[in-house]
């Protein structure tokens, strides 16, 4: 728990109370730690992944010892559910590492996979020892977040005026979020979508919770956000589960507006956070975020495995 809680970004260290940290990082290691041996979570896994060449125990978590002293706790990945992507995702070490150490830890735990043929690991890095990207390393997603009583008091300068927010009673505009969906798809021109799709019953339920906010630009429907209270590792707030907009308003300040709104909309204990994820190439996303006060608490980080 101490290598973990050395991790957590300075930022986070000021907004929450170490004993609360603790306490968070040990309730998640806890329940990540029972997927050793969590048959139904190994068969769903196995199932939806769907190879042959595969058994349900091969999804269980597993230590990869580095040395006599060192050890990692793994689990196999796919990047976006994709299996032509696997990736092996560090849950938790007992000792620090520099970047340098990186890599070679890499290769081993390559070979602790190799039914899978990982492509990378990937871990958290909450103190931003790994600078910049180079052939070794890349960025996955940043998590933002503040303190929502700081971003209400945030200067942001918005004019709100020209747009109309509404929050819905009801999943009616399902059908421009899947139009706005599709356009990402087909602006991405057959890359990788940075993004994914929320279900029906997920953004119903939202719209239950009154978490869900509709933009409209001269009476049409122009995108959303959505956020649920979710606890996450250490962090106890809010996260964004989605914010789009159809691409004919984008460019217009909507999003950061849209994003502006919803902060002024929840209530909040002291210590609540507004935060989530966005992806290292989600240039737009990541600007409304820190327009809006949000600050970058760290980043997942590939590195490659040599094939």
């Given at each position: 728990?101490?290598i973990e809680f050395n991790n957590?970004?300075?930022?986070?260290?000021?907004?929450?109370?170490?004993?609360?940290?603790?306490?968070?990082?040990?309730?998640?290691?806890?329940?990540?730690?029972?997927?050793?041996?969590?048959?139904?979570?190994?068969?769903?896994?196995?199932?939806?992944?769907?190879?042959?060449?595969?058994?349900?125990?091969?999804?269980?978590?597993?230590?990869?010892?580095?040395?006599?002293?060192?050890?990692?706790?793994?689990?196999?990945?796919?990047?976006?559910?994709?299996?032509?992507?696997?990736?092996?995702?560090?849950?938790?070490?007992?000792?620090?590492?520099?970047?340098?150490?990186?890599?070679?830890?890499?290769?081993?735990?390559?070979?602790?996979?190799?039914?899978?043929?990982?492509?990378?690991?990937?871990?958290?890095?909450?103190?931003?020892?790994?600078?910049?990207?180079?052939?070794?390393?890349?960025?996955?997603?940043?998590?933002?977040?503040?303190?929502?009583?700081?971003?209400?008091?945030?200067?942001?300068?918005?004019?709100?005026?020209?747009?109309?927010?509404?929050?819905?009673?009801?999943?009616?505009?399902?059908?421009?979020?899947?139009?706005?969906?599709?356009?990402?798809?087909e602006a991405a021109n057959g890359?990788?979508?940075?993004?994914?799709?929320?279900?029906?019953?997920?953004?119903?339920?939202?719209?239950?919770?009154?978490?869900?906010?509709?933009?409209?630009?001269?009476n049409d429907w122009a995108g959303?956000?959505?956020?649920?209270?979710?606890?996450?590792?250490?962090?106890?707030?809010?996260?964004?589960?989605?914010?789009?907009?159809?691409?004919?308003?984008?460019?217009?300040?909507?999003?950061?507006?849209?994003?502006?709104?919803?902060?002024?909309?929840?209530?909040?204990?002291?210590?609540?956070?507004?935060?989530?994820?966005?992806?290292?190439?989600?240039?737009?996303?990541?600007?409304?975020?820190?327009?809006?006060?949000?600050?970058?608490?760290?980043?997942?980080?590939?590195?490659?495995?040599?094939?």
């Amino acid at each position: 728990m101490e290598i973990e809680f050395n991790n957590v970004s300075p930022k986070v260290k000021e907004w929450l109370a170490d004993s609360d940290l603790k306490s968070s990082i040990t309730k998640h290691i806890d329940d990540e730690f029972k997927k050793f041996t969590d048959q139904d979570f190994a068969k769903s896994f196995h199932q939806f992944i769907n190879r042959s060449d595969t058994v349900p125990s091969d999804f269980l978590y597993k230590i990869v010892e580095v040395d006599q002293h060192r050890k990692l706790v793994t689990s196999i990945r796919f990047k976006g559910g994709d299996i032509r992507q696997p990736f092996v995702e560090i849950i938790s070490k007992n000792f620090d590492t520099r970047q340098h150490e990186w890599p070679p830890i890499a290769q081993l735990v390559g070979k602790s996979y190799q039914l899978f043929q990982p492509l990378s690991i990937r871990f958290f890095d909450g103190l931003n020892t790994i600078e910049k990207e180079t052939t070794d390393f890349t960025f996955d997603q940043w998590y933002l977040a503040n303190q929502l009583s700081t971003l209400k008091s945030y200067k942001t300068g918005f004019n709100q005026d020209k747009f109309e927010f509404r929050i819905p009673t009801d999943i009616s505009f399902y059908k421009n979020y899947e139009k706005a969906f599709q356009q990402l798809v087909e602006a991405a021109n057959g890359e990788e979508v940075l993004v994914y799709k929320e279900s029906k019953e997920s953004i119903q339920t939202l719209v239950d919770k009154q978490l869900v906010i509709g933009v409209y630009y001269d009476n049409d429907w122009a995108g959303f956000i959505a956020v649920d209270q979710i606890n996450y590792k250490y962090f106890k707030g809010y996260c964004v589960m989605e914010e789009i907009l159809l691409k004919e308003y984008k460019g217009k300040g909507l999003g950061k507006a849209l994003q502006r709104k919803m902060i002024e909309h929840l209530s909040s204990k002291d210590d609540e956070l507004l935060y989530g994820t966005i992806d290292n190439k989600n240039i737009p996303s990541i600007k409304t975020a820190l327009a809006n006060g949000r600050l970058k608490t760290g980043k997942y980080v590939f590195c490659k495995i040599n094939q």
